[in-house]
């Protein structure tokens, strides 16, 4: 055909012969691909989409340009001019008659495929069949066109062509019209390809026709395989009553196999009814029928959603091996699903070594997902990448992995592990596989980048992206947004600035993050000049700042000294409809705090109680060092025992330390003791500051006694005497029982400048010869024993000695 529409044409070789000497030959060889492409279904098929598609590799633009590179323009218009007029007014597919019926083409449908068991009484006697019975039934004349002639494959494509709806009309309007013979003539139809009844049947189900659907099949009771695809769909449709409807047709045509009861496992399993799905597989082992790996597949999946009781899911894995069936990649994804967030390790474990179980030695692309996303969700990483590598060193190594979901998790935990190695051997392989990454591989690769010190490699992934047509669009605002946060730990603040200009230019939209992490480098940069500038350019794109976005100015501000702006952002957070979080108020009376303004941070705090923003131990903490700096040391313990009581919060260190430096502040060491010994029977264990405080306020009074048993308390050693401390602090010190050991293993004592200004004052004692001195050069010789790094100044120790009377 090809050969006669180019010849009619006028075309041979002598066309454009300076370029193109075998223009006639191409011109046939165009017109046939075209015609083999159209009217191909398998497995080429004709689809109108964005571009016309010839092949599975080959769009009609790239086809033409083909032909326009060997035979020139002139051709390349008449291979157009062809193309189009079988687009538009073909009788198959034209757009053009596109609502009206078909007709069929016997050269076009192969009978050669119709089993034996399809055996018609004449070629055209269900086409005569359903003329007769849309003349019947008047209501789908609209929907049908039949002539009389069309053979059973023939009325087959029609109707599948008209639609699920169609089908539906024809297969009701038989059931209600008594027509049995008409019913069974249809569905016999679709036996050419057999997997045509099995589509009808699925087709059927998720319309919502089951008992239509059984209709068919009480045509061909003895395909048990039929029965369980009815069963199998209504099933994934979570369906109980349908899936139950076709269970039992099959149990009662006796074609229920072990495909039927699984699905019939299964559905009890999802809507997390185990009694029933047990019940249910019982029932199966009296039908005579074995279970298989998909049986106890729908019963782990039910116990996961009914309880998610771990030790109940592996009973069903132990039950399973009792049959001698061994788990499955399916298995093992299934049970991953278990891992959550607040999953222990030891669970996590034990389902992960399930994997070295499974009856295939080979890990898919699926259960790699699964793996992948369960260790990255639970925080496991170490785990997934000690895996990875497992998998990599065996013999059958790590699958080619075909999700980007799953490429971008394995290179996240590569980078969550700092193992760049990794990080750099997933990407190149994704690279030679000529694998398509997608915006989020290409994000998780960035992003491992920038996490791990290498801010100039993840900004060359991004120039690689953008540079390549195809890849182009790819790039967003989140991997731009990682590299900034990347340059501004860092300190290169004026790579920052560049980098976001570069972004600009190309054309990247930014987002309310990307000026987030803009406005965070201004704070650090006290460059405050910028900030209103980036919030009328958020403006202008149309960006709400959030609450981040006030959070971080304000905190700016704060840190800048500039409180009246910081409460003028609080204003406009109020106008935007934002509510200030804990964070926010917490960042203001930080604020407050560092300039000594105690009735402005009082008013803010009365402003978030009234706002219903519960304050935390860092608010306390923040309440102290307000009251300490606003030389009101008293006010500190009269603000945490209100907010304490009212929100039920409990001390924490760094609290108790305040209050401890606000007591000393007023010169009550009594009171700074007691503090010292309620934060002790807290069970809040002290740090080094805690200590250090103490120590400080003891030598600054010159309570030499004080000093060295707060010093043999903190270094777990025995009093000598009777023990100068408060009797409060005194018990609960003892009860806190320091040993020796504990503080070597990293437990906290007084930094080394506080024990150097302590012996410092103990080497300055009145007395010669006292019990005073005395004890402290003991102190001095076991506190060296035991910090042998401790540095204590050479005058320190002869003035002791020169105290004892001794060279």
């Known amino acids: 055909l090809a050969q006669d529409f180019s010849g009619s044409l006028g075309f041979d070789n002598s066309c454009n012969q300076s370029r193109h000497p075998t223009s006639r030959t191409v011109l046939e060889l165009a017109f046939a691909g075209l015609l083999l492409t159209y009217y191909r279904t398998e497995p080429i098929q004709f689809r109108l989409q964005p571009v016309f598609q010839f092949e599975a590799n080959m769009s009609a633009i790239e086809f033409l340009k083909s032909v326009y590179d060997t035979a020139g323009a002139e051709i390349t218009l008449f291979c157009l001019a062809f193309f189009l007029h079988f687009v538009l007014f073909s009788e198959r597919r034209g757009i053009l008659r596109r609502h009206q019926v078909p007709k069929p083409k016997k050269k076009l449908i192969s009978t050669s495929a119709l089993k034996p068991d399809a055996k018609p009484a004449a070629d055209d006697a269900l086409g005569r069949t359903m003329l007769s019975f849309l003349n019947e039934v008047p209501k789908l004349q609209p929907l049908l066109k039949f002539t009389g002639k069309e053979s059973a494959a023939e009325v087959q494509e029609m109707l599948t062509s008209a639609g699920i709806d169609a089908e539906v009309a024809v297969i009701q309007a038989a059931v209600e019209k008594k027509h049995p013979e008409v019913l069974r003539r249809v569905f016999a139809a679709y036996a050419s390809p057999s997997p045509n009844q099995a589509a009808l049947l699925r087709r059927l189900v998720r319309k919502g026709c089951m008992s239509l659907a059984l209709e068919c099949l009480k045509t061909h009771p003895q395909k048990a395989s039929l029965y369980a695809v009815a069963v199998e769909v209504a099933a994934d449709r979570k369906d109980l009553g349908a899936t139950l409807q076709a269970f039992e047709a099959a149990v009662a045509a006796k074609a229920a196999d ?101 009856d295939d030695s080979n890990v898919d692309d699926v259960l790699l997902g699964s793996l992948c996303e369960a260790l990255t969700r639970s925080g496991h990483t170490a785990m997934l990448v000690q895996r990875l590598k497992k998998l990599r060193l065996s013999s059958s190594g790590v699958p080619q992995v075909k999700c980007a979901h799953t490429v971008g998790s394995i290179i996240r935990a590569y980078g969550a592990q700092h193992d760049m190695e990794g990080v750099w051997d997933t990407w190149s392989s994704m690279q030679k596989m000529q694998f398509q990454p997608t915006r989020i591989t290409i994000g998780c690769m960035v992003e491992a980048l920038a996490w791990n010190s ?5 900004y060359k992934i991004i120039q690689q992206t953008l540079k390549k047509p195809e890849t182009r669009d790819l790039v967003n605002a989140v991997m731009y947004c990682s590299v900034i946060k990347a340059f501004n730990h860092q300190n290169k603040f004026s790579r920052v600035w560049l980098l976001y200009g570069e972004m600009i230019q190309d054309g990247i939209q930014p987002s309310v993050t990307i000026y987030n992490a803009l406005l965070d480098v ?34 700016a501000y704060c840190s800048s000294n500039r409180l009246d ?79 304490s009581k009212e929100f039920d919060l409990h001390p924490n260190m760094h609290v108790y330390n305040n209050l401890i430096q606000a007591a000393t502040l007023q010169g009550y060491m009594s009171k700074a003791q007691g503090v010292f010994a309620s934060m002790l029977n807290a069970g809040v264990q002290p740090d080094s500051r805690t200590w250090t405080l103490l120590l400080r306020s003891f030598v600054s009074k010159r309570l030499s006694a ?44 007084p930094d080394e400048d506080a024990l150097s200004d302590a012996f410092e004052h103990l080497s300055r004692l009145p007395t010669r010869n006292s019990s005073q001195v005395v004890q402290a050069w003991r102190l001095l010789k076991e506190v060296q024993a035991a910090m042998p790094n401790l540095k204590v100044k050479v005058e320190i120790r002869t003035r002791l000695a020169a105290m004892l009377g001794k060279d």
């Open 258 to 358: 072990t495909n039927c009861y699984n699905a019939a496992v299964r559905i009890y399993g999802t809507l997390g009814q185990m009694e029933e799905s047990k019940k249910m597989m019982q029932q199966m082992l009296d039908a005579g029928l074995a279970p298989d790996v998909g049986t106890f597949h729908g019963l782990l999946e039910g116990t996961m959603r009914s309880s998610g009781d771990t030790d109940k899911c592996f009973q069903v894995i132990h039950d399973m091996t009792e049959y001698n069936l061994k788990p499955t990649n399916m298995t093992c994804a299934i049970l991953l699903k278990s891992i959550q967030k607040n999953s222990s390790t030891q669970h996590v474990e034990r389902v992960v070594a399930l994997m070295d179980d499974r």
């Open 565 to 643: 702006d910081a409460f003028q952002m609080m204003e406009a957070m109020k106008r935007g409809n934002i509510t200030a979080d804990e964070i926010t108020y917490n960042t203001i009376l930080d604020g407050c705090a560092r300039y000594g303004m105690f009735d402005r941070g009082v008013e803010v705090l009365s402003s978030m109680k009234l706002n219903g923003v519960k304050p935390s131990n860092y608010t306390l903490s923040v309440v102290t060092k307000l009251a300490n700096r606003s030389k009101r040391p008293h006010m500190a313990f009269e603000l945490v025992d209100a907010l």
């Open 522 to 555: 201004c704070a650090r940069t006290s460059e405050l000049h910028r900030i209103q500038p980036m919030l009328t350019e958020m403006a202008n794109r149309g960006l709400q700042p959030s609450i981040i976005t006030y959070g971080t100015i304000i905190k």
């Open 454 to 458: 290498d801010p100039e490699g993840a």
């Open 706 to 749: 004080e000093v060295m048993d707060l010093i043999r308390a903190a270094f777990g050693l025995e009093t000598e005497g009777q023990c100068s401390l408060e009797k409060e602090l005194a018990a609960a010190l003892q009860g806190r029982q320091i040993s020796k050991a504990a503080w070597k293993k990293g437990g906290p004592i």
